[in-house]
């Protein structure tokens, strides 16, 4: 029984051959949830889990899940890792997949020094983590977790009206296995920062204790479209003013600079959309944040009164659906104590660390004890081309996992073996 040792190089060569899967002829990486891109990144990924020995199964709402039985006990709850591979558009290789592939280096490690185990290693892919495609995000974990129920998720439409039923059919990735059918002991998930406050302060692991709440909405202001050289300006019913003006009172209101209180407006269109015509429809979306649940629900208040308003005063009328709405999360005490150990151990040095951004963990937390390890985001920048984490700071959070499944999986004992770190 030996120390385990993790590839750090086939983990990155892994990280830059599934990051060329969706790549376009202008050189923009998207693999949206279900597209055939995504179809192709989970057939490298599945394949590289069934070389390494795991079962994979493929749940209702394409849950990609690969499980390392090994000789554990069989029906032993198993120690769930792993994240996702669906992207944003003109993504980075590192959001999601690092998990993943973080996750297949660990098990791969563990094998290979023969690590007995006291429970398995589940792998986990969730499905439209991004929700950039299908909202919500996070829609297979929501769903594994119980959160939705196979059915309703399978029946969302996507952007482009195709539901996440008819997507899976066509990669081939529309499974029968029940979400939920492992019920994990613990969830451990591996992730970029995303954001800047690691590399800011110089520090190499993050121990994520908590996830900020997350409000997405859409909406669809209606006017009139008219003449812009002969309508007047105090006969107008100008539906992209109305938009113009709430994106702005986002900014100076809701969520100026300097507060804990985050809003984006990312997607936003004006109809027919021409030169000389007066916005008839304007649509736009709303991501609203905070680690503070109160906060939260306040802002969303404020937004939607202030809206109301803006519209009234230019005769245009508002419709708004909801699209997702989390609340921020508390990760498990004790798994984050974990974490921080095994950093201390390996003389890395550790934050706690609030995500702002969404995660699977978030949803695996209603149902087990969960927790997240961060790593460094170069210039705090992701869902961006140039989104980057140095080999080095990818190796350190892939040695802190191991560090956990090892801990969770095969602690020291009859049972369990090699030990992971220090
Ligand atoms: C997921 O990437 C999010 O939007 O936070
Ligand atoms: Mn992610
Ligand atoms: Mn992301």
């Known amino acids: 029984m030996n120390r385990p040792t993790l ?16 790549r376009g002829a202008d050189g923009r990486l998207t693999r949206l949830a279900g597209s055939a891109a995504d179809g192709a990144g989970r057939d490298l990924v599945a394949g590289w889990m069934r070389a ?29 890792i792993g994240s996702h591979i669906d992207t944003v558009i003109d993504a980075g290789i590192y959001d999601g997949c690092y998990g993943v592939l973080a996750g297949l ?43 939705m129920a196979p059915e309703e998720a399978l029946a969302i439409r996507g952007t482009d009206g195709v539901t996440l039923r008819e997507a899976l059919a066509a990669i081939g990735y529309a499974g029968e296995a029940a979400p939920g059918f492992l019920r994990p002991h613990a969830y451990l998930e591996l992730h970029i920062e995303q954001g800047p406050v690691l590399e800011h302060e110089g520090i190499a692991i993050g121990a994520v204790d908590r996830l900020q709440g997350i409000s997405w909405q859409s909406f669809r202001l209606s ?6 050289g002969t309508t007047p300006m105090a006969l107008r019913r100008d539906a992209g003013l109305v938009a113009a003006q709430a994106i702005a009172f986002l900014r100076e209101a809701i969520a100026p600079r300097g507060g804990t209180t985050l809003a984006t407006v990312g997607t936003l269109s004006l109809d027919p959309g021409a030169i000389n015509v007066i916005p008839g429809t304007a649509r736009f979306t709303l991501d609203l944040r905070d680690p503070d649940e109160a906060r939260l629900a306040a802002a969303e208040q404020r937004f939607a009164t202030a809206l109301r308003q803006l519209a009234e005063a230019e005769g245009v009328t508002v419709e708004t659906t909801r699209l997702a709405r989390f609340a921020p999360v508390l990760f498990d005490a004790g798994l984050v104590a974990r974490i921080e150990a095994s950093a201390a151990r390996r003389k890395l040095s550790c934050r706690r660390i609030t995500s702002g951004a969404g995660h699977d963990a978030q949803m695996l937390a209603r149902i087990c004890p969960a927790a997240m390890i961060f790593v460094p985001s170069q210039g705090g920048i992701s869902h961006n081309p140039r989104e980057f984490t140095s080999p080095r700071q990818l190796a350190d959070g892939a040695a802190v996992l191991l560090d956990g499944v090892a801990a969770l999986a095969a602690p020291p004992g009859p049972a369990g073996a090699a030990q992971g770190g220090s």
């Open 223 to 228: 006017g009139e479209a008219n003449h812009a």
């Open 52 to 80: 390494a020995g795991l079962a994979v199964t493929i749940d209702a709402v394409g849950n990609l899940i690969g499980l390392w039985q090994g000789s554990a006990p069989v029906g032993a709850a198993p120690v769930m």
């Open 105 to 147: 280096a660990v098990i791969e490690a563990l094998q290979a020094a023969g690590t007995r185990l006291a429970r398995p290693v589940a792998l986990a892919a969730f499905t439209n983590e991004e929700g950039v495609r299908f909202a919500p995000d996070m829609l297979g974990s929501l769903v594994y977790a119980g959160g």
């Open 7 to 22: 590839d750090d190089a086939t983990l990155l060569a892994r990280l830059r051959e599934l990051g060329e899967v969706g």
